[in-house]
């Protein structure tokens, strides 16, 4: 049995407004619609360009690891992202109906010596939490959820 | 199309990526990518004219870059813009395929003869 309705705690801890809801499946056609709806979501919530760019390449990385490892291809499971700002904090959330999987106890993998032992799957989570100060984990109602948190300059930071 | 494969004298082939390489731009690349990968052995990768790239975006490279090397083919990266930088040095690629900022420098690094 699936719960439709949002976990009970991002009712109490998103910040600021309604936030933007994308949810989609993890078709080709579906997932390239991320990134027009996060130029949109981002516009309404004013947030700067920069922040924007850097908040872009975590969730093209946490939706695809779910499109990729989660789903099976040609699932009609949903993977549903939103976005939300307060005047100190942005926040991205990621959630998918998925197995069980916490990014942050995948331990981080070193530096490839040379090209040819890259694994090109590990390098996106190390990405990830370069790219995110403030992420956190949680299984709530048989789904994943990932929250990343960005803190939002303002304009007395820069006093 | 974001990206177009030029063959260059003395064996070097010049791939130059352009626009946004999101989701979409990066199912683009993929193919002409594993083509290269598959086909050059001495390739300079000209990002000059990507203005956002991620993880779909990286991996195509290094999977471009890994069939190139395990041919004995020499590949390099040539003047990405710094939020692109950002991203590639973040991931730890720019210490498995070199990046330049000048083109005669790449090209010289990537030629059979050096």
């Not at chain 1, 549903?80 to 991205?92: C, D, K, W, Y």
């Not at chain 2, 090397?69 to 590949?75: A, E, H, I, L, P």
Request: charged share 20%.
């Amino acid at each position: 049995m699936r719960r439709s309705a949002l976990p009970p705690d991002s009712l109490m801890s998103a910040p600021g407004a309604a936030p933007e809801i994308l949810r989609i499946t993890n078709a080709i056609a579906d997932l390239s619609r991320l990134y027009p709806w996060f130029e949109d979501a981002a516009a309404k919530l004013g947030l700067p360009k920069p922040l924007v760019q850097k908040m872009q390449v975590v969730a093209e990385e946490a939706v695809m690891n779910v499109a990729m490892h989660a789903y099976a291809p040609g699932s009609e499971d949903k993977i549903e992202v939103r976005l939300s700002a307060s005047q100190a904090i942005a926040e991205l959330v990621v959630e998918d109906c998925g197995p069980a999987f916490d990014p942050l106890a995948v331990t981080e993998q070193p530096r490839p010596a040379s090209l040819a032992e890259a694994k090109v799957g590990g390098l996106g989570l190390n990405l990830l939490k370069r790219f995110c100060p403030d992420i956190s984990y949680a299984r709530l109602n048989g789904r994943n959820q990932l929250r990343l948190r960005f803190p939002l300059e303002s304009p007395a930071a820069h006093v | 199309m974001p990206i177009v494969i030029e063959d260059l004298a003395g064996g070097i082939t010049k791939v130059v990526i352009t626009g946004r390489i999101d989701i979409a731009g990066a199912a683009d690349i993929d193919m002409p990518m594993s083509i290269v990968g598959g086909s050059r052995r001495n390739v300079v990768i000209d990002l000059s004219g990507v203005d956002f790239m991620a993880s779909l975006g990286l991996r195509s490279i290094v999977l471009s870059g890994k069939a190139i090397m395990s041919k004995g083919g020499k590949v390099a990266l040539l003047s990405p813009q710094p939020a692109v930088e950002e991203v590639i040095t973040t991931s730890g690629i720019d210490e498995l395929i070199a990046i330049y900022t000048d083109e005669a420098a790449a090209i010289a690094a990537v030629s059979p003869a050096a």
